[in-house]
Each structure stands twice: as structure tokens, then as C-alpha cells.
């Protein structure tokens, strides 16, 4: 949907679409606005909308929920030590579990930035604040995510060249990689990967175009940010030195 064009001379205003507003807000995510909004709770200067798409000058228009104010809420940043079998999503279709349900203590709407499959483990930060979550994941401000991966057979150095110096996907070359051997066994070779791309299970194909498999992967930095003493399970509260470490 394209947003209003401007008058001329007139300065510019933030102006959102009515279920953004909300969803920024904090209050919940765009498609929880879409159904409060079309059930009529959601009211513009008084009067009832029910349009998500319609567009809302924050600084003139009064937006309520349930007759409440709509106000954004101050800004959260969640570090959290997911482990293997919590999807990345709010909602599962088929009831299984996500890591919202590990964060059932924190009473405001915050997003995954990025994601980790199913069967990975490892680092996800969950926020409010949408510009922090666009720096994080566009690939043009080079924050670093770094694994540990199992693979399932012995990693020869020529394979991990191959890593470092990028490999071919089906969706085109990855960037050169840092890649570390952390340890061998007779069996299989374990490996710290760093990238700075986000794509859909990437790591997980770097590895499987070298020809070998995931054993088992686990995110163990985001940027400067290591788990330290962070529990499997548990999360805290990012610092704002760390919050500016990553805004860079």
C-alpha cells in the first residue's frame, strides 16, 4: 500500500498505518492489531476503524484500544538462551512449543530479530524497537553472528578454506566465513563459524556444500555479545553498553 503523497511545502510527519501503530506500541503483533481492529476495539479520534491499512498521523491522531490511549512503550531489549525444539514465531498452527513461551513474565510485545530454526539452539535477542532489530539483521551493517557446529564427519582443512573463502548455494556465494577448528575426534570435527549474512539455515548448507552434515549447531555470539553465564532457557535483559555495542 503506498503511503499518501505529501503537499508541498508541508514538513514531514510520522505517519504509520493504523496496525503498525499499534504493533510498535508494544501492545501485540500485527496480526493480533489486524483482528482487534477488524472486531471494532480500535478507535481514531474517536471515531471506530475498522481498516489496519489506514494511514495515522502520530502527531495529530488520538489512537485508542479498548478506549485506552495507545502509547508507545519504552523500549525493551531481551537476550535470550533458546534451546533445541522452540519455534521462532508467536504462534504455532499445531500447538508446539515457541520461545514466547519462554518469556511469559514480560507483559510487553517484543520480536524475534532474525531467527533459529527448530533444532538449533543458541542466542536470540527480542525486541520493541524495530530500527535496533534493522541494523541487527541487514546484512549491509556486518553484525557478526558466530556458531558452534558439530558436524557429522571429520573436517579436513581444505574444507574449511572452502568455508572461509566462501561457497556456492543455491541462492548464490556466501561471504567469506571465520571459521575455527575447536575440536576433532576420530568421527567428526567440531567448528566455530562466524557470518555475517542471515539466510534461511545458512550455516547448516555451508556445511552440507563442503559435504558433510549438522550433527548439532548452537548460536553462541551475536556480535560482541557471548552467552557467558546465560542459562539454556533463560534470558535477561540486554545492558545499554551492549545495546550500543550493536548499534555500533
Known sequence: MKQPLKKEGVPDRPIKTLERVISKAGLGSRTEARSWIGAGRVAVNGKVIQTPDKWVDLERDKVTLDGKPVRALSKLYVLLYKPTGYLTTYKDPEGRATVYDLLTEIDQFIS?????????????????????????????????????????????????????????????????????????????????????????????????????????????????????????????????????????
Not at 535477542?125 to 557478526?144: C, G, H, M, W
Not at 560482541?224 to 545492558?239: D, F, W
Open 112 to 248: 524475534p530479530v532474525g531467527r533459529l530454526d527448530q533444532d538449533t539452539s543458541g542466542l536470540l535477542i527480542l525486541t520493541n524497537d524495530t530500527q535496533f532489530a534493522e541494523r541487527i539483521t541487514n546484512p549491509d551493517y556486518k553484525v557478526s553472528k558466530t556458531y558452534l557446529v558439530k558436524a557429522t564427519t571429520v573436517i579436513t582443512e581444505e574444507q574449511i578454506q572452502l568455508l572461509r573463502d566462501g561457497v556456492i548455494l543455491n541462492d548464490g556465494p556466501t561471504k567469506p566465513a571465520t571459521v575455527n577448528r575447536v575440536a576433532d575426534s576420530e568421527s567428526r570435527s567440531s567448528l566455530e563459524i562466524t557470518i555475517t549474512e542471515g539466510r534461511n539455515r545458512q550455516v547448516r548448507r555451508m556445511i552440507e556444500a563442503i559435504d558433510s552434515k549438522v550433527k548439532k549447531l548452537a548460536r553462541i555470539a551475536i556480535g560482541p555479545i557471548r552467552i557467558g553465564k546465560l542459562e539454556i532457557g533463560t534470558h535477561r535483559n540486554l545492558t545499554p553498553r551492549e545495546v550500543d555495542l550493536l548499534r555500533g
